[in-house]
């Protein structure tokens, strides 16, 4: 008898500061705003733009350096709109997900080989762990009846409402023991599904189904590549660069507005960075106006040069890189690794109120520069 697979859903790490909790407190509200009770196809993870980024998938569906090159031409075609749907409303960023995993499937059924599709397929349901079962190729192969598909239904709901209420009372610094006990409890109970909801021949169908246990939680590169600088040819401290000259380097670049007091809190950290890391990291600045001085480049030199920003720093007249990234909050900093992709982002100051987003940062830089 083969043993019953312990799954757990695709981690989102990466995101670990106050970013996350906005974008979980977005998303439910959007989903609210756009229906009570999500469809059973909305509650089903979209995962499949996430493993196409990691290099331990590649390494798992044994690529080719041709098809690696290939795969990456095409993730400069996608990603700029799959990263920018992410502060969508949920009903309209799910359209967007569906609509470039549909292209991706396109393309991986034109450039990959049968057994690596297959592979793949795996992975993806793996990646979505227990909600595997809502898909309905995989509930259609288990001959899921609807009693039991309501229940894994309402089990995904019931973690779902969990984890909003968890994250609307961190943003209102109101969360309780209770509440974050509710979530584990539901999630345990969702996790449990396999042994609770399906009988034993349907859990054996379902170890075939997955295939060999592949661990997706400790997948990291699973975002997309930062878009590419917009160039005002108005610029601080350098004539001008892009993000691709500076690949084999990590790039720490953040948004900000030279009267944002919660900006001007980060600024030390930011130049403490770059006097730290040296020629292996370089912090590069967007500097996008929130008032009308902040649109006078003058002012902004001259308020680089009073605060000690010895770092490129790009000015962002017209707030077109703000919107290629589809920024919404000053200050914000992405890092970014040595091949170009975006590993994490943190809103906000980055200590404030004892968080600590610098010793987050610092912490990663420090292994992407231990990685290679």
């Not at 762990?129 to 995989?138: C, D, F, I, K, T």
């Not at 309402?154 to 943003?171: E, F, G, H, S, T």
């Amino acid at each position: 008898m083969l043993p019953i697979p312990n799954l757990t859903r695709l981690s989102v790490s990466g995101i670990l500061s106050w970013a996350s909790i906005f974008w979980w407190l977005c998303f439910w509200m959007a989903a609210d705003a756009t229906c009570q009770e999500e469809s059973v196809d909305e509650l089903v993870p979209r995962n499949l733009l996430k493993l196409i980024h990691a290099p331990e998938v590649y390494e798992e569906l044994a690529l080719t350096v041709t098809q690696k090159s290939s795969l990456r031409s095409f993730l400069e075609e996608i990603d700029g709109p799959w990263f920018r749907s992410r502060n969508l409303p949920a009903n309209e960023q799910l359209k967007v997900l569906d609509r470039l995993e549909w292209t991706t499937q396109q393309w991986l059924t034109k450039h990959l080989k049968s057994d690596q599709l297959s592979r793949l397929k795996q992975l993806e349901y793996q990646s979505q762990g227990v909600r595997m079962m809502l898909v309905p190729a995989v509930s259609s192969r288990l001959s899921l009846s609807k009693d039991q598909i309501s229940r894994l239904t309402q089990l995904a709901r019931r973690v779902d409402r969990a984890q909003r209420d968890y994250q609307q009372a961190i943003l209102k610094q109101t969360a309780t023991e209770e509440l974050k006990s509710a979530v584990v409890r539901a999630t345990e109970d969702e996790q449990g599904a396999i042994r609770d909801v399906l009988n034993s021949d349907q859990q054996q169908i379902l170890v075939k189904i997955i295939g060999s246990v592949f661990d997706t939680a400790k997948l990291r590169r699973i975002y997309p590549l930062a878009p590419e600088l917009i160039d005002s040819r108005e610029w601080v401290n350098t004539s001008g660069l892009s993000l691709k000259e500076l690949r084999g380097k990590v790039i720490l670049l953040h948004f900000y507005a030279f009267q944002c007091s919660n900006c001007q809190a980060n600024f030390g950290l930011y130049q403490r960075w770059q006097d730290e890391f040296g020629d292996q990291v370089i912090v590069l600045g967007i500097q996008s106006p929130e008032t009308s001085a902040e649109q006078d480049p003058t002012r902004v030199r001259a308020a680089a040069v009073e605060k000690g920003m010895c770092y490129p720093i790009l000015i962002d007249i017209n707030k077109e890189n703000w919107n290629a990234w589809s920024n919404t909050m000053w200050p914000t900093v992405y890092v970014i690794d040595q091949d170009g992709f975006i590993r994490q982002w943190w809103q906000g100051e980055l200590n404030y109120q004892g968080a600590k987003g610098d010793q987050v940062i610092r912490d990663l830089v420090n292994d992407l520069l231990s990685s290679k």
